[in-house]
C-alpha cells in the first residue's frame, strides 16, 4: 500500500524548472519598438504620392534603412544595433518628406515664373502690335497728306479708310464716251507712280465709276475700260500689274446728285485704293 505525503519530490520539481528555462532560453526575442515606429513611418510615407513623385531617390534610402534594420535584427537579434539603424530609417523618411515639399514648392515656384514670363511676353506684343498699328495709322496719315499735296493739280481727294488710302480723282477730263487720258493729265499722275514704286509690297484696286446717264450695261462697261486706262499707265510707268486690278462699277455708289451737271462731274470718277500691306486685293 502506497502512502501519499505533501512533501514535494524534489528531483521531480528541478526537472520542470530546467525544462521551463530552456523553453524560454529557446523563445524569440520581442522587436525593438524603434523597429516598429520606422517600419510604421516608411509604410505611411509610401502612401504619400507626393514622395514617389516629388523624391523618389530619398525615399528609396529610407526603404533600404528599413530593410538593413530588419535584416540586422533578424540575423543578429541586437536591440541596441537595430535601433540605431531604425532611426536612421526614421531620419531618412524625414528627409525624403522635406525634399518632397522643397522640391514641389521649387516645381510651383517654377510654374508661376513661367506664367509671369508667359504674361509678360504675352503684355509685350500686345504693346508691340499696338505700337505698330498706331505707326501704320500715322504713316497712313502723313502718306495720305502728301499725295494730296503732290496730286492737288488732279484735284484729288487722298483719304485713310478702313482698306488703305483711297485716292478719288474727279477731275479726270475723259472725253464722252471715251476711256482715253488726256497726256497732260497723265504726267500729273506721276506722284502716284512714285508713291507705288517706294510700295512695292501694297496692291492695289483701281475702280472706275459714271454718272447715271446712258444704259446701265454700258455705263458698266464704260467704267471699267477707264479704270483700266489708269491701270495700264501705271504699267507703262513700272508698277507691276500683278499688284493691280481694275474694276468697274458704273452708276453705282455715288458721292453727289446725278440731278445736277456738277454733281454728274464728281460721279464720273476713278478711285484708287492703295490696299493696306498684306491686302490680297478685291474681286470684281
Known amino acids: 500500500m502506497t502512502i501519499l505525503t505533501d512533501r514535494p519530490n524534489a528531483p521531480l520539481v528541478a526537472l520542470l524548472l530546467g525544462a521551463l528555462l530552456g523553453l524560454s532560453a529557446c523563445a524569440t526575442p520581442e522587436e525593438p519598438p524603434s523597429l516598429t515606429a520606422a517600419r510604421a513611418a516608411v509604410s505611411d ?22 530593410r538593413k534594420a530588419e535584416e540586422y535584427w533578424r540575423e543578429e537579434e541586437d536591440p541596441e544595433g537595430t535601433s540605431h539603424l531604425a532611426y536612421l530609417a526614421e531620419q531618412r523618411v524625414r528627409i525624403a518628406r522635406a525634399a518632397a515639399a522643397r522640391n514641389l514648392t521649387e516645381q510651383k515656384a517654377a510654374k508661376l515664373e513661367d506664367e509671369r514670363q508667359r504674361l509678360l511676353a504675352e503684355v509685350e506684343s500686345r504693346l508691340r502690335t499696338q505700337w505698330e498699328a498706331d505707326r501704320r495709322v500715322r504713316d497712313e496719315a502723313a502718306n495720305a497728306a502728301r499725295l494730296q499735296s503732290e496730286l492737288g493739280a488732279l484735284g484729288a481727294r487722298v483719304e485713310p479708310s478702313g482698306r488703305g488710302l483711297t485716292l478719288t480723282l474727279t477731275n479726270l477730263p475723259f472725253a464722252t464716251g471715251s476711256s482715253e487720258l488726256a497726256a497732260n493729265i497723265k504726267e500729273k499722275l506721276h506722284p502716284l507712280v512714285e508713291f507705288l514704286r517706294a510700295h512695292r509690297e501694297r496692291r492695289v484696286v483701281i475702280e472706275g465709276y459714271t454718272d447715271n446717264r446712258g444704259p446701265q450695261a454700258y455705263n458698266q462697261q464704260l467704267s471699267r475700260r477707264r479704270a483700266e486706262t489708269v491701270l495700264r499707265y501705271l504699267a507703262i510707268n513700272g508698277v507691276a500689274v500683278t499688284r493691280m486690278r481694275a474694276v ?37
Not at 45 to 66: H, I, N, T, V
Not at 256 to 283: F, P, Y
Open 248 to 284: 468697274g462699277y458704273g452708276a453705282q455708289h455715288p458721292i453727289a446728285s446725278n440731278d445736277t451737271s456738277r454733281g454728274r462731274q464728281q460721279n464720273r470718277r476713278v478711285e484708287v485704293v492703295i490696299l493696306k500691306e498684306g491686302a490680297a486685293g478685291a474681286s470684281d
Open 45 to 66: 510615407a509610401g502612401r504619400d504620392p507626393r514622395l514617389a513623385d516629388y523624391a523618389p531617390s530619398e525615399f528609396e534610402r529610407a526603404q533600404a534603412s528599413l
